[in-house]
C-alpha cells in the first residue's frame, strides 16, 4: 500500500500503488508552521535514486523543487555447490550454500531458504550440518531430503556459508536446484 499520510491542513494526495507518480493538491500550511506530505515508496533495482519533486505552487508563489536521494541496497547472492563433482555412489559429499553480501552496506536479516532434493540424494548420517550465518536455524535431518534455514543474518559487506553432507541413493546426472533465497534486502 503507498501509506499515504500528512500534516498539512486539507488537500488530497494522490498516490496509486506501483505507479511512480505522487501529487498532493489543495492543502494548507498556517504561517510559521510546517507540514509534511508522506508516501511509502520501493524500489525494483538496487542503487542511488534521486528524486526530484516538481515545483511547489501555492497561494504565495512558486516555492521551486525539492530533492532526495535515496540509496537502495542490492540482495545478497546466493549459490550453492557440491565439494566433489562426481561422487561414488553412497559416498557423502559436502553441500555449500554461500550467502555473499558484499555488494551491500546493510546486514540481510531473515534469511530464508528451502532445497528439496532430488529423490535420489537425501541427507547422509551424521549431516555435517553448519553455518559461518549469524542466528537462524539450519534444518537438515539424516536420510531427508530438505534443507532448510530460517531466520539468519549475514552483516553488510560479508559472506557465510552453510553445508550439509548428502549422500547419491542412485546413481545418473542429478539436478538439484534450491528455492530462493529471502531476505530483508530481497530475494535472490
Same mark, same amino acid.
Given at each position: 500500500?503507498? !501509506?499515504?499520510?500528512?500534516?498539512?491542513?486539507?488537500?488530497?494526495?494522490?498516490?496509486? $500503488?506501483?505507479?511512480?507518480? &505522487? @501529487?498532493?493538491?489543495?492543502?494548507?500550511?498556517?504561517?510559521?508552521?510546517?507540514?509534511?506530505?508522506?508516501?511509502?515508496?520501493? @524500489?525494483?533495482?538496487?542503487?542511488?535514486?534521486?528524486?526530484?519533486? !516538481?515545483?511547489?505552487?501555492?497561494?504565495?508563489?512558486?516555492?521551486?523543487?525539492?530533492?532526495?536521494?535515496?540509496?537502495?541496497?542490492?540482495?545478497?547472492?546466493?549459490?550453492?555447490?557440491?565439494?566433489?563433482?562426481?561422487?561414488?555412489? /553412497?559416498?557423502?559429499?559436502?553441500?555449500? /550454500?554461500?550467502?555473499?553480501?558484499?555488494? $551491500?552496506?546493510?546486514?540481510?536479516?531473515?534469511?530464508? /531458504?528451502?532445497?528439496?532434493?532430488?529423490?535420489?540424494? &537425501?541427507?547422509?548420517?551424521?549431516?555435517?550440518?553448519?553455518?559461518?550465518?549469524?542466528?537462524?536455524?539450519?534444518?537438515?535431518?539424516?536420510?531427508?531430503? +530438505? +534443507?532448510?534455514?530460517?531466520?539468519?543474518? +549475514?552483516?553488510?559487506?560479508?559472506?557465510?556459508?552453510?553445508?550439509?553432507?548428502? &549422500? !547419491?541413493?542412485? $546413481?545418473?546426472?542429478?539436478?538439484?536446484?534450491?528455492?530462493?533465497?529471502? @531476505?530483508?534486502? !530481497? @530475494?535472490?
Amino acid at each position: 500500500p503507498s !501509506g499515504t499520510s500528512t500534516t498539512c491542513t486539507g488537500g488530497t494526495i494522490t498516490a496509486v $500503488s506501483s505507479s511512480s507518480v &505522487v @501529487s498532493y493538491t489543495g492543502g494548507m500550511v498556517a504561517a510559521g508552521a510546517v507540514c509534511t506530505v508522506t508516501v511509502q515508496v520501493r @524500489s525494483s533495482a538496487p542503487g542511488s535514486l534521486v528524486n526530484t519533486t !516538481g515545483d511547489l505552487t501555492s497561494s504565495l508563489g512558486n516555492s521551486s523543487t525539492a530533492t532526495a536521494t535515496l540509496v537502495v541496497e542490492p540482495p545478497p547472492t546466493f549459490n550453492k555447490a557440491f565439494a566433489t563433482n562426481p561422487v561414488e555412489l /553412497f559416498t557423502p559429499v559436502t553441500l555449500a /550454500f554461500t550467502i555473499n553480501n558484499s555488494g $551491500s552496506s546493510t546486514a540481510a536479516t531473515g534469511l530464508s /531458504f528451502t532445497d528439496q532434493l532430488p529423490t535420489e540424494l &537425501v541427507i547422509a548420517d551424521p549431516s555435517g550440518a553448519s553455518t559461518t550465518c549469524t542466528g537462524g536455524t539450519l534444518t537438515a535431518t539424516p536420510g531427508a531430503s +530438505v +534443507v532448510s534455514y530460517t531466520g539468519g543474518t +549475514v552483516a553488510g559487506g560479508a559472506t557465510c556459508e552453510l553445508e550439509v553432507s548428502v &549422500v !547419491g541413493v542412485d $546413481s545418473g546426472s542429478l539436478v538439484n536446484t534450491t528455492g530462493a533465497l529471502t @531476505s530483508s534486502l !530481497g @530475494s535472490s
